[in-house]
Structures are given as C-alpha cells and as structure tokens.
C-alpha cells in the first residue's frame, strides 16, 4: 500500500511539474511582445490586440502598436515556438533511436545538407523562398544517402548510420565550403554566412505557414509512436523479441524527425544544440519515459528558444545570430548538466 | 503446449550454416539447459528461436503450427525473451521496464493501461521483487536486473521463456536465487530454454539437456544420461569427474537419486 502511494504521489508530482512548464511556457509566449527595440507595448496592449482581430474591441492603442505586435513580433515568436519545440522533439527521438544521448538531429546530415541546398540556391540568385525549399530538399537528400549508405554497412544498424552520417555531412561541408570560395564575394559570400549562422528576423507569416505543413507531418507520428521510443531505445534484439517491428519503426521515427529538423532548419538557419541540450534538461525534470518526456521537450524547447530569441534581439543594437546564441548559451549549459548528472525519478 | 524445431538448420548466410540437423522439443513445464562452448552456437540458435535471424531450414512449431509466419508481437506474446542485464542508455523506472513487456499486446500508438499496469504488478509479485519498483533500472545490482528483466518477460504471459546465459556475471547467491525463480517458473507451467556454462546448473533445475558441438547437436537428453565425463572431455576439452553427492534433490527435475557435480581436473 506506501508502495502505492508513494507511486501515486510520483505521478501527482510529475503532474505539476509538466503545469511549471506550461505555466513558464505561456507567461514566455505572452512576455515575448515586450522584447525588441520597439519599447512600451504594455501585456494588456498585446491581448486586446490579439482579442481585436477575433472580435472588435474598443482600445485607443497607437496603429503603429498593431504592426509591432502582429506583423513584426507575432510572426517570430511563432516561429520561435515552433522551431524550437520542432528541433527537441526530433533530438529525443533521434536520442532514442540511436540509444545514445549524446546525439542531436543534425548527426544524419540535415543540417549539413540543409546548408549545401541553401547556398547553393543562393549561389544561383534564387529568391529568399527557393531557397528555403532547395535547404528543405537537400536536407532530406543528406539524410536518405546517410541512410542508403548505412543500410550497406554491415554493422550494428545504428551505428552504421551514424558512420555514414559523419561521412555525408563532411561531404556536404565540403561542397558549403566549395559555394563560399566560388561566391561573389562582396554580395552571396556574406549572404551564405548569414543564413548559416541563423536567424529569425526575416521571417513571415507566409514562411511559417508553409512551415506548418511539413512540422505537423512529422511530429504527430512521432508524438503518437512517442510510448515505442522505450521500447526500442533498449536495442535492436530486445525491442524485436518484445513485438517490435525495429527496422520499420526506426525508418518511420528518422524520417519524421528529419522532416522536423530541414523543416526547422529550412526556415530559421542553422540552428544548433537545441536538439542536444533540450533532452537532456527535460530528463532532468521529467524523467526518461518518453511518454511524458517528448510532450515536455517540445514545450521547453519552445520557451528555451523563444528565451534565446529575446535576447539575440534585444542585448545589443545589432541582432545577434540566434545560431551563435543558442551555442553560447547551450554548450555551457549542457556541460553544467553532465557534471551535474541527475535525472529526475 | 510444445515447443519445437525440427530439422533446423540456423546461421547468418544461407550458404554459411551455423548450426544444421537441430531436432528437440520442450513441453509446458520443462526445462532445457543448452551446453556448449564458446563459439558452439548457442547464440545463434537463440536468435533463430526468437526470430531474430531468419532459420536457414526447418520448421519452428508452436503445437505443430509453424510460426514462420507469425508478426513479431505474435511470436513475443507466445515467447519472452530474457537477455543479459545490460545497461540502457537512458534512465528508466524499474516499472517502465517491465511495463514494456506489455508492448506486443499494445495498439500501435497507446501506451500501457491500468490493467498493464495491474499485469505487470502480478509479474512483480510472483518474483518477490516489490521492493525495487519505485527504483531506477540502472542502479539495481546484476541479480536484481536479471529479477526485473524476468517480471518484464512475464508481463508478456508468454508460454516460452528463453533465457541467454541468465546467470553469466551474477555472485553465487544471486545466480542460486535466479535459479530458484525459474525453477518456480517452469513448476507454473512455463516452457524453459536457456544456456547456461555451468553443468552443474543443468544436473541442479534441468528436465532436458541439448549438447552443441561441431555446428550440430552433441547430444540430448535427461542431464542425467548425457552430460558425462566423456561429454564434458568432448565439449570443453577438460577432463572432470562427476561425482554423486549423496544429497537428495530439492527439485525432482531430473528425477536422480541424488545430485550429481562436475569436478574438473585438467
């Protein structure tokens, strides 16, 4: 019976603890319009504008407020979310998949590819939206040639994989270097760093609706299939021997996450240890059960990003890279975690 | 119900056998101890029998009817499978982990329920292991991961449990108390198959034993009658002396008079 109840209260426990993160999720979300170096836009301000769109309200805000709110800062805390819980969704599950957690979604070669496919259409004088699709389109190719490759190996699987994928993203390194040497130096060469770099202050509504599309494919299978991660984070012969479908299940898993990643990736740069970092912080205060882990991921790598964003807008005149910021600010992080050490019970 | 392969020709390429002519069957209640030595094949028969790798030729039966064709969440709710504890590399509850033994049972996109759950409390129960499911997994002792490992199989309420080698790294007390468990285990009408390289264990908890040698079988048969002097001299290359001790056996398994021990000489 205390057995019981100390189960009962466990899960109470976990309960509360996921409301601490939605709670810090939603007063982020909300906070967020008053970051940028448009000042004074008061919280109250933001929701009647927001409660104006659905149904008129009477506000005697200036008009110039509305443009901030909804063209400017909306589009981007959105994107923020959105790229955010993306990235540490499909780390989880990459986690999980190669049982090892020291792995992000770039270890396929999305991001490697996703950055070939961008400065190659940059290279070419594409317009801003081919080349989020040939970054979208390359980043899926990187990661269907790692697997190729990998299938061919004769190894344990995901090991295999994750050989081939150190050697398709230095490959497609290599060629990203290959665009930058050959670029006009005074006008593609510093547009090709930039978008590497990744940011989001270009983004528009339009961007992220199209971004939508390819986001939701890949993370409802995921947060469906979310349970099987377990199982299949033991190895290959016990998730077999325990019903599991693994060769299947792995393709299915590495195809919606790598959706995930060139989506997040095609729209908002490179972006990096979001994936690696987030994981490791939601085990910390949530546990390992990929039940309730994926579903804390997305929402604290939602507020962690937009966290970041905030800040790359506003510390100093210049906008700071989101790309060098969530560096800066993950890998201390992530070290501060491993010496620490714990995961929550 | 028995379990059986006939005629089993077991490997990793079909033009590279392994293992060729394997014929033994296990009924409800039974144990099989397979001996071998190292690199004799036991882990290739193993994977065979749990479908890992394909079986090269022969059928694998389940009451006469093949299961080649049976889904892997068929095959896992007939047999549960007992690997070497091992570390995984996230940090699961001692109850997540058994409640994965409920997966073949589960649609492809729920999780466990309350009567998983409820399932999965009768496995901890019938191993007496209460006291470590509020713990984490990784930081149970050898014996203890064995124990959750064993509750994980049966919250599969399979018919067959193979186990590899459940007793390779665990201390004398922890291998008798693994022992003991699935002595119990086959007294509730369990199927057993597990390996083992101590041949003591198989004259201690054994009704069959399956002898491996030379890519086929050596021999098969009660402990009793085929694990001899000569055997072992073939098997391992060492010369024992097996000795009747005079005590009588707890377990009527291998209906002896008394228990018999290997002593190695060479």
């Known amino acids: 019976m205390n057995q019981n109840a100390t189960r009962l209260g466990k899960k109470k426990l976990l309960r509360v603890k996921m409301s601490v993160i939605i709670a810090v999720f939603i007063v982020l979300f909300f906070g967020s319009f008053n970051f940028g170096r448009y000042d004074g836009i008061s919280l109250w301000n933001v929701v009647l504008i927001f409660v104006n769109k659905v149904f008129p309200v009477h506000g005697d805000w200036p008009k110039s407020f509305e443009t901030v709110v909804l063209y400017i800062r909306f589009p981007r805390i959105i994107a923020a979310v959105l790229i955010g819980g993306a990235l540490a969704l499909a780390g989880t599950s990459y986690q999980a998949v190669f049982k090892n957690p020291l792995v992000s979604p770039d270890i396929l070669g999305a991001s490697a590819g996703a950055s070939f496919g961008a400065a190659l259409a940059i290279f070419n004088s594409f317009g801003a939206v081919w080349v989020q699709i040939s970054a979208f389109i390359m980043s899926l190719i990187a990661v269907g040639c790692s697997c190729f490759v990998g299938g061919r190996i004769k190894r344990d699987p995901s090991l295999a994989l994750i050989l081939s994928g150190i050697f398709v993203s230095s490959l497609a390194s290599a060629l990203v270097s290959l665009m930058k040497f050959l670029a006009d130096p005074l006008d593609k060469l510093p547009t090709i760093t930039f978008w590497l770099l990744g940011t989001l202050s270009n983004i528009t509504l339009t961007d992220i609706t199209w971004a939508l599309i390819p986001m939701a494919v890949g993370a409802v299978p995921l947060i469906l299939l979310r349970w099987r991660l377990n199982v299949l984070s033991m190895g290959d012969d016990e998730a077999k021997a325990l019903g599991i479908e693994t060769k299947r299940l792995r393709f299915v898993v590495i195809l919606c996450s790598t959706i995930l990643t060139a989506a997040s990736i095609s729209i908002g740069g490179l972006i990096g240890w979001v994936g690696l970092v987030i994981p490791h912080l939601a085990r910390t205060i949530v546990g390992s059960n990929n039940k309730i882990l994926i579903p804390a991921a997305i929402i604290i790598g939602g507020s962690f990003l937009l966290l970041v964003d905030n800040f790359a807008r506003s510390l100093s005149s210049v906008e700071i890279p989101l790309g060098v910021l969530t560096a800066i600010v993950g890998a201390p992080f992530f070290i501060t975690l491993m010496l620490r050490g714990k995961e929550a019970s | ?266």
């Open chain 2, 1 to 266: 119900m028995v379990f059986a392969l006939k005629n089993g020709v077991c490997g990793y390429a079909p033009n590279k056998p392994i293992l060729k002519d394997i014929n033994f069957d296990v009924s409800s209640g039974e144990v099989l101890c397979i001996l071998g030595a190292n690199g004799a094949g036991k882990s290739t028969l193993f994977k065979s029998m749990l479908g890992l790798i394909p079986i090269l030729n022969g059928v694998l039966t389940v009451d006469n009817e093949s299961i080649a064709g049976w889904s892997r969440a068929e095959i896992a709710r007939t047999i549960g499978y007992i690997p070497q504890a091992n570390n995984p590399p996230f940090s699961y509850s001692v109850l997540d982990v058994i409640l994965m033994g409920r997966t073949a049972y589960l649609g492809l996109f729920a999780s466990p329920k309350k009567e998983d759950e409820e399932i999965a409390e009768d496995a901890i129960r019938q191993l007496n292991i209460s006291r470590l499911v509020d713990k984490r997994y990784q930081e149970l002792s050898g014996g203890e991961k064995q124990l959750v490992l064993i509750a994980r199989a049966l919250a599969q309420l399979p018919k067959i449990l193979i186990m590899d080698e459940p007793t390779a790294a665990l201390d004398f007390g922890n291998q008798q108390m693994v022992l003991n468990q699935i002595h119990k285990l086959s007294q509730n009408g369990l199927s057993i198959i597990m390996a083992s390289h101590f041949p003591d264990h198989a004259f201690l908890y054994s009704h069959k034993a399956l002898l491996l040698k030379d890519g086929g079988i050596y021999s098969v048969g009660r402990p009793n009658d085929v694990i001899t002097e000569e055997s072992l001299r073939d098997l391992y290359a060492v010369e024992t002396k097996i000795i009747n001790t005079g005590i009588q056996p707890r377990y009527a398994a291998t209906d002896a008079s008394d228990i018999k021990i290997c002593v190695p000489l060479s």
